[in-house]
């Protein structure tokens, strides 16, 4: 668990961050979401230290960072950056073993573990092992890097914009690696990003940072509620707070029972929103759902579930 | 690149051929320079000369080297920022002073000969140690020591792992030119009479013997320019995907 408590910091005149407190259950995949200059990134940079808060503490596994040796701590933490920050100078298997060398893990481990990581971020161990951080795309090298964080399998990650370079169609793909990877090994990880849609295809629980303060904290669907806060309305089209928030919710959570023969199926994995398209689309008031042909969904499911 | 490095081995066994043909050239020098009495350079063996030039001048880039870099490294570090105005100023100062003078101020404390052109070598030499250090360092990419620090690294790790290998092309063409100063000035030493390749131009000089001033900045120059395009090779950059 990631727990912030009561964290300050400035920088010269500029209040960075300004009483934040909330807690990062752990599991969660957490998404700190604002514009630049909210804070979020220093917010980040305070778990592994590279961030010293003026005041307050930050807490991980309870225990308070400040009280940790800096070096130990950080190895113990996955770190991701928009930049990447790939060392040209070595090669990808190079890259990743970074911190298992650093920790003095032998020879056949690292190699074993490194292509386990490249089969995990979805990138082929025989090809990419020996390339140079210059021979690869954007979104290889964020995958190679997002490896080279998971490495001596910590069980924190943190995330700076890590997607926010790439160009959509790549985003959508490590987004959908960043889902499987976090399903599959339960990491506690605190992303931060300025982009709502990646927001909410990722997160389990959402933290608003605007002007250095925590302007809401929780499920992205009670994030978005009609008492959303203003800086998360001006990060939307006007209007459209209870389509997001739709968006956040799976279909699967307002189903009834009983089949709806010859209505239009829903996808495994579709959210409230696109229900909801899906129905304007089709000119129809009820959905079934494919692969389960017991279950359906009503507009008037959908419409509850707008407005809590 | 391996073209290139052979034909550097070749010219390399000329430069050998033509020190051993020297003092062997007497029809060439006396062609050359008919009104000198005495035009071919027997007073010393060339090899020797070759020996000592070489021992003074990569000596001097080495304790250059040892002064320079880690200067530059101080300069670079959070805690050395400060310093960084003024040991540029000092390592202006100590180039500003010509080799000639250096000499000639350190003679009385160092007396003749390898000691006081060792020094005048060193103040020479140190600049570009420092400067390429500097320079290295500072465009080492922001992105790659923020990694290195997230993930873990201490501050020597950083400095050896990362930012040192990542300087290395910038420090190697500091060497270089650090080198090809030192070799190309080490001749003035013969003032002071160290031995080396500037002996004979010395001696010419003072017996009003222009074969042998040609013979030695011959030979000096040629040097100079073998070593610049060798550690030039040396620092070239390597081709995407090869290793280091």
């Known amino acids: 668990m990631i727990a912030f408590e009561g964290v300050f910091h400035r920088f010269g005149a500029v209040q960075a961050l300004e009483d934040v407190t909330f807690a990062v259950p752990t599991g969660t995949l957490c998404v700190v979401l604002g514009e630049s200059g909210s804070g979020k990134s220093t917010l980040l940079r305070t778990v592994n230290r590279l961030v010293e808060p003026a005041a307050g503490r930050v807490l991980l596994g309870g225990k308070d960072v400040a009280g940790a040796d800096p070096q130990a701590l950080r190895r113990g933490i996955g770190y991701v950056i928009q930049s990447v920050g790939l060392f040209p100078h070595r090669s990808v298997a190079g890259n990743i073993a970074t911190v298992p060398r650093l920790l003095g893990w032998d020879r056949a481990r690292t190699e074993a573990r490194t292509d386990a990581l490249l089969e995990m971020v979805g990138l082929d161990p025989a090809t990419f092992r020996d390339r140079r951080p210059a021979t690869l795309s954007g979104g290889q090298a964020q995958r190679v890097g997002l490896a080279r964080a998971l490495a001596a399998d910590p069980p924190v990650l943190l995330m700076d914009e890590p997607f926010s370079a790439l160009d959509p169609g790549t985003r959508r793909g490590l987004q959908a690696a960043l889902r499987r990877i976090h399903a599959g090994t339960g990491k506690t990880i605190l992303l931060v990003t300025h982009d709502l849609e990646e927001a909410l295809a990722l997160a389990g629980r959402i933290a608003v940072m605007a002007q250095g303060r925590l302007a809401a904290e929780g499920t992205p669907a009670a994030v978005l509620g009609p008492g959303a806060p203003e800086p998360l309305r001006r990060m939307i089209r006007p209007g459209t707070l209870a389509l997001h928030r739709l968006a956040a919710l799976p279909a699967a959570g307002a189903a009834a029972e009983g089949p709806a023969p010859g209505a239009p199926a829903l996808p495994p994995g579709a959210t409230l929103a696109d229900a909801l398209l899906l129905m304007l689309d089709r000119g129809a008031d009820r959905l079934s759902f494919a692969g389960n042909p017991g279950r359906h969904l009503g507009m008037a499911a959908i419409l509850r579930a707008a407005a809590p | ?244």
């Open chain 2, 1 to 244: 690149m391996r073209r290139r490095a052979t034909l550097l081995a070749l010219e390399a066994l000329a430069f050998l051929a033509a020190l051993w043909a020297a003092p062997r050239a007497g029809a060439l020098w006396h062609a050359l320079f008919p009104e000198v009495a005495r035009p071919t350079y027997l007073q010393d063996p060339w090899f020797a000369l070759l020996g000592s030039h070489l021992a003074l001048s990569l000596g001097a880039v080495a304790i250059a080297a040892a002064i320079g870099l880690p200067a530059g490294i101080l300069a670079t570090r959070p805690g050395g920022r400060r310093l960084r105005p003024v040991l540029d100023a000092a390592f202006s100062l100590a180039q500003g002073l010509p080799p000639v003078a250096a000499i000639a101020l350190a003679l009385p404390l160092l007396g003749f000969g390898t000691a006081p052109t060792l020094l005048a070598l060193v103040l020479y030499a140190a600049l570009p140690f420092l400067r390429a250090a500097v320079s290295g360092l500072e465009a080492v990419p922001p992105a790659a020591l923020d990694a290195a620090t997230g993930l873990g690294m201490s501050p020597w790790q950083r400095l050896w792992e990362v930012e040192l290998p990542l300087a290395r092309p910038v420090l190697l063409s500091g060497l270089r030119l650090a080198v090809t100063l030192s070799v190309a000035t080490t001749a003035v030493g013969a003032v002071a009479g160290a031995p080396c390749l500037g002996t004979p131009i010395v001696t010419g000089l003072a017996n009003a013997n222009p074969s042998y001033v040609l013979q030695g900045a011959l030979f000096t120059a040629w040097l100079a320019l073998l070593l610049d395009r060798a550690l030039a090779l040396l620092a070239a950059p390597l081709a995407p995907g090869e290793a280091p």
